[in-house]
């Protein structure tokens, strides 16, 4: 069974930074892009970053200058570098694994806080 597990969420001070990993078991040939969204307490399900698996690795960014994406090919892993993180910032984060033929994976979530 192919899965999305999320690692590396935690508490910080506002200011600080985290480092999110989500790795995906799957067989990367049927991987498009892998997303991150975020959900926090009371409110919609939000979009952070998105990455293109293949090709020029295209990234996209709800927000922008803080955070930024990147992956590990051999580890079927991406990468969400936060910094300088905001109270707002507390939320879950998901990942969520995109395949060729509309499949979506979620992962299990994983809580960042940001404390002031």
């Known amino acids: 069974q192919v899965q999305v597990v999320e690692s590396g969420g935690g508490t910080v001070q506002a200011g600080g930074s985290l480092r999110l990993s989500c790795t995906y078991s799957g067989r990367t040939e049927s991987l498009y892009n892998m997303e991150w969204f975020r959900q926090a307490p009371g409110k919609e399900r939000e979009f952070v970053a998105r990455i293109e698996w293949h090709g020029l690795s295209t990234t996209e960014y709800s927000v922008k200058g803080r955070f930024s994406l990147f992956k590990d090919s051999a580890k079927n892993t991406v990468y969400l570098e936060m910094n300088t993180l905001k109270p707002e910032d507390t939320a879950v984060y998901y990942c969520?694994?995109?395949?060729?033929?509309?499949?979506?994976?979620w992962g299990q979530g994983i809580q960042v806080t940001v404390s002031s």
């Open positions: 969520a694994a995109n395949e060729f033929g509309g499949n979506q994976l």
